[in-house]
């Protein structure tokens, strides 16, 4: 046997596959550090001090908690092969519905259900309308979250809704061992989602689905149910969003929570997430979270105006998906001619 | 004799973890057909992307007319007039016939397209490869994978070619496009223009070939072998380093009862009123051309089409119509036709591969287990003589016979009671093919029902129990394989399609 199966083989390269996105995620801790080298430049004072330093991290991860939950699910959407534009609208239509004066009188709990509901809710019709009634999902998606801000306008009536309940309002100023209550529920999300994503079946027809659609219908995977699943997770995590956004600012409004599908979907991208599909990490994305936020921090500090901020933010972009295109060129190149 | 128009000499190409050549030495003459053979995985498609400047070898020289050359990109080495047919089809779905085989050469004048000229020039093209049926503004997506097939082939002769090279192009060609196929090469060889053709089917490179270069785990293992006369012994022997007996398991126990019962089946322009059965270790074997319906028929049964009328029933329950979750659930399984664009995952690793359909089992409450899924993939990859062996690579640098040992390897794992095979051997090399047959047989006689489609008649007569003839969507013949001959099943097959314009 081994005089024919001799084509030589070196050392595992296939181990270069975990390499790349070791290498993706550590650059973007390099980038962090930059991040906090300029920022110790700008402002010696404030970075002299450890104390403000912790606790400025702490906020920098307590802004991107939020964002965080939700680029999960869109993570999960882009994998299989989909995305989602409606996440931002998602999280203003459950955050002003689960805020009516009707919705809390039913308390913390009623106002948690009806959140979370909503979103999954809304995720799941974005998924029905992809799957079954065959909508592009940039459509679809684009069309709830034209939609879902408007019904979002009508429920308030264009209003703030303060959220009254102390329950809700308490989650974002609690912190457990010092760390915000928000920083943790971030935590335990990404860390179900990687579990979901690298441990369960449900993760591996995601990445099935995503990288070859037909294959995995050819191979009995029922990829409707599953694309209309991953749409109802975004809606969840949507959902979840909504509370602890509601929380932080102690009220919801309608036009909360905007452009965050662009800085979802450009999270994940950064952290490494194909955009065509079948590719992508939990761990990079929130990488990529926390990078935006790092950066809207800065800005902050420094006192520089946020239009400098975004275009910052749209270079970076553009600079991740370039090295994405060569590290994807150079892998597909060797199958394909140009 | 004629002058060498090719000289390679101690090429080398390694990729990470792999020397996929190591050494190769080659010389093509002007006019002569040279056949390259060698296992799966020899090395032969990365031989020939070195030629066509896809890949920069890592050593070694190549001396085309006279000259050593480097080609930079296959636009250069296709100006220095060497054309290439790849194993893996490279067209661009969304554009046109015609856009496709003038792709990055469009005739031009002042930038703009001569859309007009072009147009033209793919329709000679075209009729020189007896197919001018096919519209040049059709998307190249609406074509079946043969008339893709003669795109890429058009778009090869649209060059000035001096050498052109042909991976494996026929293996989705049905038997009379091959003959048609071999036409065009002794009309190019007439001219003086080297063919390189690379083939597993001896039969075809006895046809049409000069003399044959042998690799084997990318080295040179034997050249300037004479086509015609060298014993099949001998090839096979300095392919594999064995001898392989070249035969059919034989057939052993009778069919049980009816597991499969397709009645009146029809789907318009595909197939009309088709009705058969398939017994539990029965092999049925479908003969017919490319586009005579079998592989569309095979994609209804399995669910992936919805037929317009008629039943599927399995085991004595109907299958619910176009549901794929469904038939695999009651136990059915498809390796499809096509294995990149219908069943493989490039990117991921090859286990994952061949767990697709059934890491669901493997799992414990939802979670996946990869341990056993590994260990499973490897049973399969020792059974397939898959090369090379490591089930961690993406399955998308297996070589092409390779990948479609993970295609079929697949549905050896679970519990599949009907197992439908759509060209199976593909690509697939002698050795290998041999292993295949014995697996399907082994299968069969665990009671597994086989239904085979397969454009190689000896296949479908040596390896199936009974074999089924289509003709234009229709099945015109049924008949134990043991009444049939090679030679009434071509009658059967290509009576009434004297034109060629059956694909
Ligand atoms: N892009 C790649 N990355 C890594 N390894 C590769 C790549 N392309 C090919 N290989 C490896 O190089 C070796 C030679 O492959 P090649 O495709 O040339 O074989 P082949 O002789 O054409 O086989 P087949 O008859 O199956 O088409 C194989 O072991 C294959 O796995
Ligand atoms: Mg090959």
């Known amino acids: 046997m081994t005089a024919q199966t001799s084509v030589v083989e070196r050392g595992g390269w296939w181990r270069t596959i975990p390499t790349e996105s070791l290498w993706r995620n550590l650059g973007l801790v390099g980038v962090l550090v930059v991040l906090f080298v300029i920022g110790a430049i700008i402002r010696p004072d404030l970075y002299g001090d450890s104390d403000w330093v912790v606790n400025n991290m702490l906020v920098i991860l307590q802004q991107a908690a939020a964002i965080g939950v939700v680029t999960v699910g869109v993570t999960f959407v882009i994998i299989g092969g989909g995305i989602d534009l409606s996440v931002g609208a998602l999280i203003a239509l459950a955050g002003v519905w689960s805020t009516t004066l009707a919705t809390q009188s039913y308390g913390a709990g009623g106002m948690i259900f009806a959140a979370i509901a909503v979103g999954t809710i809304a995720g799941a019709l974005n998924g029905l309308l992809i799957a079954y009634g065959r909508l592009v999902p940039f459509i679809a998606t684009l069309a709830m979250l034209v939609a879902a801000r408007g019904l979002a306008a009508q429920i308030s009536g264009k209003q703030t809704q303060v959220s009254g309940n102390q329950f809700i309002n308490g989650i974002a100023t609690t912190r457990v061992a010092g760390i915000p209550m928000l920083v943790i529920i971030l935590a335990v999300a990404a860390a179900l989602g990687w579990v979901l994503l690298n441990r369960t079946t449900f993760g591996r027809r995601t990445v099935a689905i995503g990288s070859n659609a037909e294959a995995a219908r050819l191979a009995g995977i029922n990829v409707r149910r599953h694309t209309l699943l991953l749409y109802a997770l975004s809606g969840l995590c949507c959902g979840i969003g909504a509370i602890m956004l509601t929380s932080l600012a102690t009220s919801a409004q309608a036009a909360a929570a905007e452009l965050y599908e662009l800085d979802a979907i450009a999270a994940a991208i950064i952290g490494g997430t194909l955009l065509s599909g079948g590719r992508g990490t939990i761990v990079g994305s929130m990488f990529g979270v926390i990078v935006f936020s790092a950066i809207t921090n800065l800005f902050a500090i420094a006192n520089l105006p946020t239009e400098v901020q975004n275009m910052v933010k749209g270079g970076i972009i553009v600079l991740a998906v370039l090295i994405q295109q060569i590290r994807f060129r150079s892998l597909t190149a060797l199958f394909r001619k140009p | ?503």
Request: neutral net charge; charged residues 25%; contains cysteine.
């Open chain 2, 1 to 503: 004799m004629s002058e060498t128009v090719l000289e390679l000499d101690g090429v080398v190409k390694e990729f990470p973890g792999v020397r996929a050549l190591d050494g190769v030495h080659l010389q093509v003459r002007a006019g002569e057909v040279h056949c390259l053979l060698g296992q799966n995985g020899a090395g032969k498609s990365t031989l020939i992307k070195v030629l066509a400047g896809v890949h920069k070898p890592d050593a070694g020289t190549v001396t085309w007319q006279g000259s050593p050359v480097s080609f930079a990109n296959p636009q250069a080495a296709m100006k220095a007039g060497i054309a290439t047919i790849y194993q893996e089809l490279d067209l661009v779905d969304h554009l046109s016939v015609a856009e496709n085989v003038f792709l990055g050469q469009e005739p031009s004048r002042f930038g703009f397209v001569h859309r007009r000229t072009a147009a033209s020039r793919t329709r000679t093209v075209l009729q020189r490869l007896g197919h001018p049926e096919i519209p040049v503004h059709r998307l190249v997506e609406a074509l079946p994978s043969a008339g893709k097939q003669i795109v890429s082939m058009a778009r090869a002769l649209s060059h000035e070619a001096k050498l052109i090279i042909m991976d494996e192009p026929s293996a989705v060609l049905a038997h009379d496009e091959v003959a048609n196929l071999f036409r065009i090469i002794r009309e190019l060889t007439a001219e003086g223009i080297a063919v390189v053709y690379i083939s597993h089917r001896l039969e075809e490179i006895r046809e049409i070939g000069d003399r044959v270069t042998v690799l084997k785990d990318g080295r040179t293992s034997a050249v300037d072998l004479p086509a015609r006369t060298t014993p099949t012994r001998d090839l096979v022997s300095k392919m594999t380093g064995r001898s392989i007996e070249y035969v059919f398991p034989p057939r052993e126990g009778t069919p049980g009862e009816v597991l499969l019962q397709v009645s009146g089946l029809s789907r318009a322009q595909e197939f009309h009123d088709v009705s058969f059965t398939v017994r539990t270790g029965e092999i049925v074997g479908i003969a017919g051309l490319v586009g005579s319906g079998r592989s569309e028929l095979l994609e209804t049964v399995y669910g992936a089409r919805t037929p317009e009328s008629g039943t599927v029933s399995f085991a004595g329950r109907n299958l619910p119509a176009g549901s794929v979750a469904a038939a695999v659930r009651a136990g059915l399984g498809l390796a499809p036709e096509e294995r990149k664009s219908q069943a493989l995952l490039l990117a991921e690793p090859v286990y994952r591969n061949i767990t697709l359909t059934t890491f669901g089992r493997y799992a414990h409450g939802g979670f996946t287990d990869a341990g056993r899924e590994q260990a499973e993939a490897s049973r399969i990859a020792d059974a397939l003589e898959l090369r090379p062996r490591d089930v961690r690579r993406p399955a998308g640098t297996l070589s092409g016979g390779n990948q479609q040992k993970v295609v079929v390897g697949r549905w050896l794992l679970g519990d599949t009671r009907l197992l439908l095979l759509d060209e199976p051997t593909r690509g697939v090399d002698v050795g290998a093919r041999a292993e295949l047959y014995q697996v399907i047989r082994d299968l069969a006689r665990r009671g597994v029902g086989v239904l085979l489609v397969s454009s190689e008649v000896p296949e479908v007569l040596g390896l199936a129990d009974r074999v089924l003839v289509m003709r234009e969507g229709r099945l015109i013949k049924q008949a134990p394989a043991g009444e049939l001959t090679e030679d009434d099943v071509l009658d059967l097959v290509m009576a009434g399609s004297l034109s060629p314009t059956s694909s």
